[in-house]
């Protein structure tokens, strides 16, 4: 059998590995196969606990030889400051470390919702803010500022889920909240 003149050989994913290896990439790496016959191999560091670990190659399938060198040093600064963003908001960033803050972060926004949720529903006790927005005060706004904002809110709770469901959340319980004082309050009229 003969060799077809297009055909160009592969050197092999070990070769690709070792010429990775001598450019300095180090453990763990990904190697990406060429997606076509004028592509390369690309290898390229996935260590994400240290961010100067991001390099990467392409290698020739065909000689084994570099192509092309991207180092993480060469980055320009916000590229390099958008991947460690990426890496801390991911918690892959400083490994376990970085996820106990996330955590603690997370916790702590949580409760200051919680407490923001607290703090509206006992508002009809008096606070130290002054006197509490009676309930039912949006129907004394005029309808061409209302349904502007009812809108502009409604948009933003649609295309921004993790706002805008426990905002649907909270009206509801606020409506059966406010629902169940009237009915107490009509009983004991009564």
């Given amino acids: 059998m003969g060799s077809h003149s297009g055909a160009r050989s592969d050197v092999g994913m070990d070769a690709v590995l ?17 997606t076509d016959s004028g592509s390369a191999n690309v290898v390229r560091q996935i260590q994400r606990s240290w ?8 290698v020739d399938p065909a000689t084994g030889k570099v192509t ?5 040093a060469d980055y320009p600064l916000l590229a390099k400051l958008t991947r460690w963003g990426i890496d801390a908001h991911t918690g892959t960033l400083f ?12 916790l702590a926004l949580v409760l200051l919702i919680l407490w923001g949720y607290r703090m509206w529903w006992q508002r009809g006790r008096g606070s130290a803010f002054g006197r ?9 706004v005029s309808v061409s500022v209302l349904v502007p904002r009812v809108a502009v809110v409604a948009v933003v709770g649609y295309h921004v889920p993790l706002l805008g469901i426990p905002l649907a959340g909270f009206l509801a319980v606020d409506i059966v909240l ?8 009509g009983h004991a009229h009564a």
């Fill in 95 to 106: 490994g376990l470390v970085n996820q106990i803050t996330l955590a603690g972060l997370a």
């Fill in 178 to 185: 406010g629902w169940i004082g009237r009915r107490r309050t």
């Fill in 68 to 72: 092309d060198v991207l180092r993480f």
């Fill in 132 to 140: 509490p927005i009676p309930r039912g005060a949006w129907r004394q």
């Fill in 18 to 34: 070792k010429t990775a290896r001598a450019e300095g990439l180090s453990d763990p790496v990904e190697i990406v196969p060429p």
């Fill in 51 to 58: 961010p100067k670990r991001q390099d990467s190659i392409a």
